[in-house]
């Protein structure tokens, strides 16, 4: 799900530690669509505050536009 440079995002925002072990498990190189994404982040965090779904959904976003081929990253 996330990729190395997303949770070192995750890391320099400070994400407390007790949400790193689930993302580390669920990591994969699946890509998700936002929607998936956001059902799987529900799923395995049902009560989070909107700060730190933020900030997974951010990284989500950076592991995601990381694993495009080149030619469609389009410089992200």
Same mark, same amino acid.
């Given at each position: 799900m996330l990729n190395d440079e997303a949770i070192e995002y995750l890391k320099e925002k400070r994400l407390p530690k007790k949400? @790193?072990?689930p993302l580390k498990q669920e990591s994969s190189d699946? #890509? @998700?669509?936002?929607?998936? #994404?956001?059902?799987k982040i529900d799923n395995i965090f049902p009560k989070i505050p909107d700060r730190y779904q933020n900030l997974i959904?951010? /990284? /989500?976003?950076i592991s995601y536009y990381k694993s495009l081929p080149p030619d469609k990253n389009q410089g992200y």
């Open positions: 949400y @790193f072990d699946e #890509l @998700f669509s936002e929607k998936e #994404l956001g059902e959904s951010e /990284a /989500a976003a």
